[in-house]
């Protein structure tokens, strides 16, 4: 890989000129104002694959937005490496609370501003640096498959279509993918869970129009009450979830691996103050970095109704809304997880409410295998470039076609991500830090080749 890491010098600011073009096309999946800009994305990433020199490069066409494919296919007999990564990215909103316009990058304190710069342009673009430098140096050691998709940030609802469809394409011995975080930049780890996702939107309708808060109210529910009585019912005071049968697929965790976990460095000082919060909270028993990792949770993610305009309007609204969501972990399920809610939540409606539940695209949870060769591959790589041992650790984003990849093509994914926790992904001011952009690039060909060495 010698060479390879010659031509990577080489190209430092090349790349990161490529990452500011990248990041300047907004293509946001979820808007469908911006669809035109997510298709030009999707071009620009094929176009991309063409000049690293990769072939069979494909844009296919589904429902929603592209995926984009390209390979490089050395040698039938060595073994084959999926990668996978999106290009959509989150709405940018609230706008006004960015320092400087979400889709035109600048770079300050050695870090990129922009949204998706972390989540994931910044995070896939590192293997087409990468591959670009294996392979004009020809150390492209095994094969290697690249797939781009337009859609995770909606849930990726066409791709599992597209991968039931595309088996062989696709066909691998690992999968590969860089879209979460690390530990710190002293303290490398790599990601060994994920979780999964129950997503609902709730309704709730009292009165058949709106009316006047004091001709009407007290004698009939008020939807708004009503919803936040609901919600506040669906936690206790441990900060345990309520709703009955929620717990009974979770996996308990060994002590052992609890206490194995814990040796992982984590400062809940330094937690608190990165987010300006005087005192953490949580389900009673666990420790910040297991209420993340290994206990499921649920949160309201939306909720609205009413009169939210300018001064002061006295009404009794008809309706109230919620979106509420909840992170899995082994081995509860997405579709069974919504379904307990669905009952639970149209139970505890008063009568004098009418109730919709409906769900939303979810996913199930992912743990990786740490005694596989991808993840030893990993661990080397990792270990070659920051000079230490990364250690696994489990958390609380969800990647929903992880555990779908590993179902149809079956074989192991790793989640070898570069990014940190204060990357503010989804949120104003995402960034991500050119030491990780660099050392991502730099990483990466050390896992090909440690991979094909097994
Ligand atoms: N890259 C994130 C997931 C992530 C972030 C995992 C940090 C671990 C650490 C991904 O793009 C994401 O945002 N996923 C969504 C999934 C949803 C849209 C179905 C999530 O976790 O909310
Ligand atoms: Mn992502
Ligand atoms: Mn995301």
Redesign the pocket.
């Known amino acids: 890989m010698k060479n390879t890491q010659q031509n990577i010098e080489a190209r430092k600011d090349e790349f990161l000129n490529n990452l500011v073009e990248l990041l300047k096309i907004p293509s946001v999946s979820a808007d469908s104002k911006h669809d035109k800009d997510t298709r030009d994305c999707a071009n620009w990433v094929k176009n991309s694959m063409n000049k690293i020199g990769l072939s069979n490069i494909q844009l296919f066409e589904t429902p929603g937005h592209p995926i984009v494919f390209g390979e490089v296919i050395i040698n039938n007999s060595l073994p084959t490496v999926l990668v996978y990564g999106?290009y959509d990215v989150?709405p940018a909103d609230p706008i006004e609370l960015w320092t400087s316009p979400p889709f035109e990058p600048v770079i300050k304190d050695n870090k990129i501003y922009a949204r998706g710069a972390a989540?994931?342009k910044g995070q896939f673009y590192m293997y087409f640096a990468a591959l670009k430098c294996m392979i004009e140096a020809n150390e492209v050691p095994c094969n290697i498959k690249v797939l781009i998709e337009g859609e995770?940030?909606?849930?990726?609802v066409n791709l599992e279509n597209f991968v039931n469809n595309n088996l062989e394409l696709l066909s691998n011995d690992v999968i590969l993918i860089s879209?979460?975080?690390m530990l710190s930049n002293e303290d490398p780890s790599i990601?060994a869970g994920?979780?999964g996702?129950a997503?609902m939107e709730v309704e709730i309708t009292g009165p058949n129009r709106d009316l006047h808060s004091g001709t009407y109210g007290g004698s009939v529910a008020n939807p708004i009450n009503t919803l936040c009585k609901m919600i506040a019912s669906l936690t206790n005071e441990d900060n345990q979830i309520t709703i009955p049968e929620f717990y009974d697929k979770v996996l308990e965790v060994s002590p052992e691996h609890r206490a194995e976990m814990a040796r992982a460095p984590f400062d809940l000082e330094e937690y608190k103050q990165s987010i300006d919060i005087e005192k953490e909270q949580g389900e009673k028993g666990y420790s910040t970095p297991e209420r993340l990792g290994i206990r499921p949770t649920l949160d309201v993610n939306g909720i609205w109704g009413g009169y939210t305009g300018e001064g002061a309007k006295t009404v009794l609204p008809s309706k109230a809304f919620a979106k509420i969501?909840m992170?899995l972990v082994p081995d509860q399920n997405s579709l069974d997880i919504s379904e307990i809610f669905k009952k639970h939540f149209e139970k505890i409606a008063p009568k004098s409410v009418k109730v919709k539940v409906s769900v939303h695209?979810?996913?199930e949870p992912a743990v990786t295998d740490l005694n596989s060769k991808g993840y030893e591959a990993a661990s080397q790589a990792m270990e070659k470039t920051f000079g230490k041992k990364p250690i696994p650790v489990r958390?609380?984003?969800?990647?929903?076609i992880v555990s779908f990849f590993e179902k149809a093509l079956k074989t192991n994914t790793i989640?070898m991500?570069f990014?940190l926790?204060s990357d503010a992904?989804?949120s104003p001011n995402e960034h991500y830090g050119l030491f990780n952009f660099y050392k991502g690039i730099e990483t990466i060909p050390y896992f090909f080749q440690y991979f094909s060495e097994k």
Not at 152 to 156: A, D, K, L, P, Q
Not at 395 to 400: F, K, R, T
């Open positions: 999106h989150q989540d994931d995770e940030e909606v849930g990726s879209d979460t975080h990601t994920l979780k996702l997503y969501s992170r695209h979810g996913g958390q609380g984003g969800s990647i929903p989640l991500g990014g926790n992904i989804h």
